[in-house]
């Protein structure tokens, strides 16, 4: 299973696979039909993500946070493993921050 990352915004290319979005809201200016599988549980909590406003220092402890939450829902966490089973996958998110986001934060809680 090889997990990427990409922004929800940049356009598919035939070295995704299946294109996951991971976040909890769904992004400005894209068409729902142009994306198979949301998978929303999966994404930090409202609190999380209010808290978390991708300041670079408190990169660590999103980490331990948010691990702790997907700790707490196996059963989004199976739904989401579901769907990667032997493919290539690309996790799709929206903020601007191009590595501390949460779509990097669920590959480290799912590669480790």
């Known amino acids: 299973m090889k997990i990427r990352i990409k922004r929800v915004y940049e ?5 995704d696979g299946q294109r996951i979005l991971v976040d909890r809201l769904w ?3 894209i068409k729902k039909e142009s994306m198979p599988i949301w998978i929303r549980d999966v994404a ?5 993500r209010k808290w978390y406003q ?6 660590p402890e999103f980490l331990r946070r948010y691990h702790a939450e997907l700790d707490a829902n196996p059963d989004a ?10 493919k290539t996958v690309t996790f799709l998110f929206s903020t601007k921050e191009p590595e ?11 590669e480790r």
Request: glycine share 8%; aromatic share 4%; no cysteine.
């Open 54 to 59: 991708h300041e670079p220092g408190k990169w």
């Open 100 to 110: 501390l986001n949460n779509a990097e934060a669920l590959r480290r809680y799912l």
């Open 77 to 86: 966490v199976r739904a989401l493993q579901r769907e990667m089973t032997g």
């Open 11 to 15: 356009p598919p290319t035939r070295n």
């Open 27 to 29: 992004p400005r200016g």
């Open 44 to 48: 930090p909590s409202h609190a999380l």
